[in-house]
C-alpha cells in the first residue's frame, strides 16, 4: 500500500490560509482534513467537528496529561491542538492529512513526524498582507500593528519550509497545492513499488542471494 | 530570480517515456527539452537538432575531449551524450530543462548536479512491458529477451530516484510529471522569496544585527 503523508499549510495571518484551503478542499476531494481542538467560545458561523472539536478547559488539560495532541499550545488563555488519533489513522489507511497549523505548531510537529511536508503560503506583497489584515475592521491599530510585526518574523520562519506558495490569486495558488499533493504522492520512498523492489534488492540497494532464489 | 531545475526522466525500455514526454511537451510549453548529440546514423522520421544533433565520431570525440557533455555513453558501437551548454545557459536563465536518458547516464548526471530532480517511469505491469517490448515486431526473440532481462535490473534502480510515475495511462501519467514540475517551482530554497529572506536573516536563520539596521 501506498504510504500516506502529512501535509502542513502555514502562513503569515493574512495570507489567506482559509481561502485557500477551501479552495484544495473541493480540488482535492480524496485528501482529508485535521480538525484542531479548542478552548475558545464557538463563533456563530462555526461547527463542532467541521471547524473545531469545543473542549472545556478540564477536558482539553486532561487530554494533555494523556497524550492526546500532535501538538498544542495557549495563545491569548484559549488552548488549541491537533488531535493525533485522527491523524494516525488516517496515515496508517495511506491518506494524506493536511493541516492548518502557525509556524510554532508545525516546528513541533516537525521534531514529532519529520517526513511531514511543509508548505508556507505567502501573501503577494507586504502590501497587499497589511490591506487584508485592515480589512477585519473590528480590529485595532494597535492589533493590525501587532499583527504584522508577527506577520513579518513569520515570513522569516518560512525558509525552513520545504515549498512556498504565493497567494496570488486564490485558485492558482489551490492548483499549486494541489500539484504538490499530487507529486508527493509519486516520492519513490512511499511507493508499493519501493517496497516491492527493497524486498528484492534489500536496504542496500544490494542484491542478496537468498532474495534472488526466494523470487523463483 | 527563481532557480531552474533538470528533470530526468527514465524508465525501462517500453515503459513508454517518448510517449509520455510528448504529452508533457503539450501541456507544459514553457519547459524546454534537453537534446542529445549522437554518432548513430539518422532514421527517416528524425530531425537534425529535433530528435538528435546527429555528428560524425570524429567531431563527438572532439567534443568529449573537449569536456562539453553532460554526460556520454557508447552503445553497439554509437556514442550518445548530452550537450552540457545548453543546459547550463536553460539554467542560468531559470529555466527548467527535462532530459529523458537511462539509468547510467542518470546517475553520471546526479553525480554532477546533486540538485537535479530524478523521476522513473514505471510500466503499468511487467506483462505489459513485455507486450509492448514484444510489439516491436522488427525484434528478434533473443533481443527481447535481453531488453526484458535490462528492464528488469533496470526496475531495481528506479529506488535511486525522486519520483516514481506508472504510465497506466499516458494522459495521467504527463499530468503526475506536470504536477511534479509545478511542485519543484514551489520549492523554497529555489524561490526568489528563499533569496530575500536569506539576505535579512542570514544562512544560518539567525537574524544579523547588520542586516536588521541595514534594511531600514
Not at 478540564?58 to 501538538?71: M, N, S
Not at 516546528?107 to 513526524?113: A, N, P, S, T
Not at 518574523?153 to 520545504?162: F, R, S, V
Request: proline residues 4%; contains cysteine; aromatic residues 8%.
Amino acid at each position: 500500500m501506498q504510504q500516506g503523508f502529512l501535509l502542513i499549510l502555514s502562513g503569515p495571518s493574512g495570507a489567506g490560509k482559509n481561502t485557500v484551503l477551501d479552495a484544495v478542499r473541493r480540488r482535492c476531494p480524496d485528501v482529508v482534513y485535521s480538525i484542531s481542538a479548542t478552548t475558545r467560545p464557538r463563533r456563530p458561523m462555526e461547527e463542532e467537528g467541521r471547524n473545531y472539536f469545543f473542549l472545556t478547559r478540564e477536558e482539553f488539560e486532561r487530554r494533555i496529561t494523556a497524550g492526546e495532541f500532535l501538538e498544542w499550545a495557549e495563545f491569548c488563555g484559549n488552548y488549541y491542538g491537533t488531535p493525533i488519533g485522527f491523524i494516525c489513522e488516517s496515515l496508517a489507511r495511506g491518506e494524506v492529512v493536511v493541516m492548518d497549523i502557525d509556524i510554532q505548531g508545525a516546528r513541533q510537529v516537525r521534531d514529532k513526524m519529520p517526513e511531514a511536508i511543509l508548505v508556507f503560503l505567502l501573501p503577494p506583497t507586504m502590501a497587499e498582507l497589511e490591506k487584508r489584515l485592515r480589512g477585519r475592521s473590528s480590529d485595532s491599530d494597535a492589533a493590525i500593528k501587532r499583527r504584522l510585526e508577527t506577520a513579518l518574523d513569520e515570513l522569516k520562519a518560512g525558509i525552513e519550509y520545504d515549498y512556498v506558495v504565493c497567494n496570488d490569486k486564490v485558485e492558482r495558488a489551490a492548483a499549486k497545492l494541489e500539484a504538490i499533493i499530487t507529486a508527493e504522492r509519486c516520492r519513490v520512498r512511499r511507493s508499493e513499488y519501493f517496497q516491492v523492489v527493497k524486498d528484492i534488492v534489500g536496504e542496500q540497494g544490494v542484491m542478496r542471494q537468498d532474495d534472488e532464489s526466494a523470487a523463483h
